[in-house]
């Protein structure tokens, strides 16, 4: 009998058992079940609609706008350097001093020549009013007068050849003082003081580049070309200048050069734009970026360039949509500075995500945190 009822008591807890952690689990499940889906807070911006400027960008060089070979046009010892390498130099300017020794003793050599023989020419004038007269009365025959009228007019071509002669060794005489022919900033002196030069050297004592104002050179694709030809005919196209690196702005510079064909190469059109560089930011040789503003479109449709994504179709956006995450393939026309131009993809007033949480995917519920940023 008591075993009975040991039996009976034990079946009666474990009923119990059973059921309560068959109740648990149904609370469990319906409680697992009613959980809401979790909610990822997003930074968002308005895709905005606003005038944006369509830019030529292209990589260029600096160009002196006048260049000039410094070379000597005597031959000599080269006595004297009046001026430092590097050093900014005036148009005018006494850069060299060339022994002149030989060329002065010509000179008085050429005019000695010419006193003797504008001497002799006094004497055949004076001896031809002497025997006109005499002619004229036949106390002379004609043919001795016309010997000294002869010898007369010789020595005037003589003379006159000498005045000529003493004139050129006088412009030889200058070539020994060398002086800038423009005004620019001197580069490596290649020729010491105490050398010998030459008319046949082939390397210049100096090379001298203008630098103020310069010309940025650089070519941009030639479905450009159109536009650049009509903003070209106003005569105002302006180019902003930047460094590179960085991209700091560092001049602005005017078209001044359309290049009259096209590169069948690479399809491209040599641009040359001139930059008055009176702070001499920029220098000849030197690598820049340039940008060409060509029109403004009105109604462009932007976003931070930082809210768009690389992909393998192409760029995206994640964009806000009923309270969801939703992936948006956009066409991206070009960057100005921070702001991404969209062709494609977007309208505005459009929330974008801007920064992406690491557990975000399509289709996830997110929330917009604070206002959209615009």
Same mark, same amino acid.
């Given at each position: 009998?008591?075993r009975?009822?040991?039996?009976?008591?034990?079946?009666?807890?474990?009923i119990?058992?059973?059921?309560?952690?068959?109740?648990?689990?149904?609370?469990?499940?319906?409680?697992?079940?009613?959980? @809401?889906?979790? *909610?990822?807070a997003v930074k968002?911006?308005?895709?905005k609609?606003?005038? =944006?400027?369509v830019? +030529?960008?292209?990589?260029?060089?600096?160009? @002196?706008?006048?260049?000039?070979e410094?070379?000597?046009?005597?031959?000599?010892? /080269?006595?004297?350097?009046?001026f430092r390498?590097?050093e900014?130099?005036r148009?005018?300017?006494?850069?060299?001093?060339?022994?002149?020794r030989?060329?002065?003793?010509?000179?008085?050599?050429? %005019?000695?020549?010419?006193?003797?023989?504008?001497?002799?020419?006094?004497?055949?004038?004076?001896?031809?009013?002497?025997l006109?007269? /005499?002619?004229?009365?036949?106390?002379? !025959?004609?043919?001795?007068y016309?010997?000294? /009228?002869a010898?007369?007019?010789?020595?005037?071509? !003589?003379?006159? +050849?000498?005045?000529a %002669?003493?004139? =050129?060794?006088?412009? &030889?005489?200058?070539?020994?003082e $060398?002086?800038?022919?423009? !005004? #620019?900033?001197?580069?490596?002196?290649?020729?010491? &003081?105490?050398?010998?030069?030459?008319?046949?050297? +082939?390397?210049?004592?100096?090379?001298?580049?203008?630098?103020?104002?310069? %010309?940025?050179?650089?070519?941009?694709?030639?479905?450009?070309?159109?536009?650049?030809?009509?903003?070209?005919?106003?005569?105002?196209?302006?180019v902003?200048i930047?460094?590179?690196? #960085?991209?700091? #702005?560092?001049? &602005?510079g005017?078209?001044?050069?359309?290049?009259?064909?096209?590169?069948p190469?690479?399809?491209?059109?040599?641009l040359? +734009?001139?930059?008055?560089?009176?702070?001499?930011?920029?220098?000849?040789?030197e690598?820049i970026?340039?940008?060409? $503003?060509?029109?403004?479109?009105?109604?462009? *449709?932007?976003?931070?360039?930082?809210? *768009?994504? @690389?992909?393998q179709?192409?760029?995206?956006?994640?964009?806000?949509d009923?309270?969801?995450?939703?992936?948006?393939?956009? %066409?991206?026309?070009?960057?100005? &500075?921070?702001?991404?131009?969209?062709?494609? #993809?977007?309208?505005?007033?459009?929330?974008?995500?801007?920064e992406?949480p690491?557990?975000?995917?399509?289709?996830?519920?997110?929330?917009?945190?604070?206002?959209p940023?615009?």
């Amino acid at each position: 009998m008591t075993r009975i009822l040991l039996i009976g008591v034990l079946l009666v807890v474990a009923i119990g058992l059973y059921l309560r952690l068959g109740n648990d689990t149904t609370v469990g499940a319906v409680a697992d079940k009613a959980a @809401p889906e979790e *909610v990822i807070a997003v930074k968002t911006v308005a895709a905005k609609v606003q005038p =944006m400027p369509v830019i +030529a960008e292209a990589v260029g060089s600096v160009e @002196p706008e006048h260049r000039v070979e410094v070379r000597p046009q005597m031959n000599g010892v /080269l006595e004297e350097v009046l001026f430092r390498e590097g050093e900014d130099v005036r148009k005018g300017q006494l850069l060299f001093r060339i022994d002149d020794r030989a060329a002065r003793a010509t000179l008085d050599q050429a %005019q000695a020549t010419l006193a003797r023989d504008e001497a002799q020419l006094l004497e055949a004038r004076a001896q031809r009013e002497r025997l006109k007269p /005499l002619a004229e009365r036949e106390y002379i !025959t004609r043919q001795e007068y016309e010997q000294a /009228l002869a010898s007369m007019e010789g020595l005037a071509a !003589t003379v006159k +050849a000498d005045r000529a %002669q003493v004139e =050129m060794v006088r412009v &030889e005489l200058g070539y020994s003082e $060398i002086r800038a022919p423009i !005004t #620019g900033r001197t580069g490596s002196l290649a020729v010491k &003081e105490g050398n010998l030069v030459n008319t046949a050297g +082939a390397t210049p004592l100096v090379v001298i580049m203008g630098i103020k104002p310069v %010309q940025v050179a650089f070519n941009i694709p030639q479905h450009y070309l159109e536009e650049v030809r009509r903003q070209a005919e106003s005569g105002d196209m302006r180019v902003a200048i930047y460094r590179e690196q #960085g991209r700091v #702005g560092v001049a &602005e510079g005017k078209v001044v050069f359309i290049d009259n064909t096209v590169n069948p190469e690479t399809g491209t059109v040599l641009l040359k +734009a001139r930059v008055p560089n009176r702070d001499q930011a920029l220098w000849p040789g030197e690598f820049i970026l340039a940008q060409l $503003i060509l029109k403004i479109e009105p109604d462009a *449709v932007v976003v931070p360039a930082s809210a *768009v994504r @690389p992909g393998q179709k192409g760029s995206y956006v994640y964009v806000v949509d009923d309270a969801k995450a939703r992936l948006r393939p956009v %066409q991206v026309l070009r960057q100005v &500075e921070d702001l991404a131009v969209i062709g494609e #993809g977007l309208k505005g007033g459009e929330l974008v995500i801007t920064e992406l949480p690491f557990n975000l995917t399509p289709g996830k519920a997110v929330k917009p945190t604070g206002e959209p940023q615009s």
